[in-house]
């Protein structure tokens, strides 16, 4: 009997053994799926902002000036209308020639002109334009280097590689050396980045009117989508009776939840634009397809804040006299409230980050205007960056990171908002 005992209890021991040795393996298992997780995003953020923190900062030249009379105002009427058509590209052009007196020859000029990048006269202009009596002065002005000069400066040219192996010349190369020699090269913050649209030229283009066709874009969707959604979900789960018909209306809002988003943008292309005729490219058909899209999120979430709410709370509100409406309302609706916001932030947030939709319906053109309405045309920052990731130039690629930062920031932001939202509204019973 004792021998059998001790049989038994070894057996015991060796499956408590066993057992103990496979919930470790399963916790290490657990572990290393994290830890591998965690090392993949890691590496992402360290990538994305590795290649995008530069395009914060933009390289300038320093050049003295001079805004000639002749040149800005022949007349000398200060008209505004003559003084947005002067040549200040040529004035710039002058400073460079003034800094670099042996240049002579016409390839030679045109290399050196090409440090500065175009849009460098724009600022200029506007500059005079707000006070024109600098005219006749010399004015000690950064300008904008060319995107190529910036990346050289940033370290992403090599400049001990071989002519051919770079988009900077030789002689190119010791212009700039002499004017950071001078210190005439520095890098200013890139405040463009955030106040301009998209541009041909990387070092004039900014994220200004992708935002705001976002900004747009996610009124139009949130004016939408919010009430549609909660009335949806209150009479789905309040007021309708339980039969074959709603059951088929729950399935397919389930299955409208999982649809890839570019259907979406073929129903918005069909409908909305061949059929209705809306503006193409517009925050406002953009709007429409996205509260198509995130529609079956909110009133999913919505419901499920509504069936949290106890019975208990209908069940009182109804015996103190309540009618039906008044106990959804005045009961039901402010404690399910912190769940209908949350599910609406994460469903906006989810369409902040689309672009497939928005590539069908003509998004994807190249807008520099900031547009002012929603039926304006505009871009989407998903899109914006859909766009730059196209570019060859090397300068696109920091800014194609840059704009995933801010796009990120925005996400998490409205992810923030959801649960700041979720415990300020909460309601404990």
Known sequence: MNKHASQLKGRVAQGLTRRYRRERYFR????????????????FFVTLIGNGYTAFWQTN?????ELTSSTIDPSGDLDPAILGRANYLGLIRDALRAEFPQVTGRGDLRALFSLVSPGASFELRDQVLEDPSLIGSTLSLWVLADDDV????????DRGASEIERRITDQQLAWIEQLEADGRVDQHFNYRFFSSGDSRDPEMSGIWSATMGSFYMLLVTLALSFPLGVATAIYLEEFSSKNKWTDIVEVNINNLAAVPSIVFGLLG??????????PRSA??????VLTLMTLP???????????SVPPSIR????????????????????????????????GMARALGESAPLLMIGMVAFIVDVPESPIDPATALPVQVYLWADSPERAFVERTSAAILVLMAFLLAMNAAAIVLRKRFEKRW
């Open 297 to 307: 999120v909110i009133i999913i979430a919505a419901r499920a804040a509504l069936t």
């Open 315 to 346: 069940e009182a509100a109804l015996a103190v006299g309540a009618s039906k409406t008044q106990m959804v309302f005045h009961h039901v609706m402010p404690l399910a409230m912190p769940g209908m916001l949350t599910g609406t932030i994460i």
């Open 28 to 43: 290490l298992a657990g572990f290393g799926a994290l830890l591998v997780g965690l090392v993949f995003l890691g590496f």
């Open 150 to 157: 910036d990346m050289l400066v940033k370290g992403h040219f």
């Open 269 to 278: 292309l069909a409908v909305f634009i061949n059929f209705f005729g809306l």
């Open 283 to 288: 925050p406002l058909v953009g709007g429409l």
């Open 61 to 65: 030249i320093r050049l003295d000036v």
